[in-house]
């Protein structure tokens, strides 16, 4: 009975030992540079962005189910996002959506709805797949940090733009294949 006890023992610390090491392999830490832009523009009819570090590779996981981070594309079509939170087992999770805002701003309540995008990261380039929209041009490009409350009379979701993070480029790039 003991050693079976022991037994458990150990296989419980092994598991939160590994478990530990799987979370280490993703962003446990915020990393900025994820979502500092260096350019946007149109990719083979997709909008893309491409940031300092690494698109999609980080979120900041002290705000749990709270909020999230998202790569925001104001196209010829609508603005887009596509979002960046903590999934299960300290994984990044990610989602997309249409904005129904005419423009993003600092505090401001976001209300969205669902779309048939999907992401799509390249080390440092995040892009927005829809083959449902005929995009033409990305005028600008955001990377937000919102933060999730209960929903009131001033905001049906409960969503704020809590942080714009800064944008070191206004200038739209295009690429083709």
């Given at each position: 009975m003991l050693k079976s006890r022991i037994i458990?023992?150990?296989?419980i610390?092994?598991?939160?030992?590994?478990?530990?090491?799987?979370?280490l392999a993703y962003g446990l830490k915020l990393n900025e540079k994820d979502y500092i832009i260096t350019g946007f523009g149109m990719k083979e009819g997709n909008p893309f962005i491409t940031v300092q570090g690494t698109a999609g590779g980080s979120y900041d996981p002290s705000m749990g189910d709270e909020g999230y981070e998202a790569y925001v594309f104001n196209t010829d079509k609508g603005i887009f996002q596509i979002t960046v939170a903590e999934g299960s087992s300290n994984k990044p999770y990610y989602s997309v959506d249409h904005i129904l805002a005419k423009e993003i701003k600092?505090?401001?309540c976001l209300l969205t709805e669902g779309t048939?995008?999907?992401?799509?990261?390249?080390n440092s380039?995040?892009?927005?797949?829809?083959?449902?929209?005929?995009?033409t041009k990305v005028n600008k490009a955001h990377?937000?940090?919102?933060t999730s409350d209960d929903p009131d009379e001033t905001?049906?979701?409960?969503?704020?733009?809590?942080?714009i993070f800064p944008n070191?480029?206004?200038?739209?790039?295009?690429?083709?294949?």
């Open positions: 458990y023992v150990h296989i610390a092994a598991t939160l030992f590994l478990g530990t090491l799987t979370s600092l505090n401001e048939h995008g999907k992401p799509r990261f390249s380039t995040v892009e927005y797949i829809d083959h449902n929209q005929n995009f990377t937000i940090q919102v905001c049906a979701t409960g969503q704020h733009i809590r942080k070191q480029t206004n200038a739209t790039i295009t690429e083709t294949k």
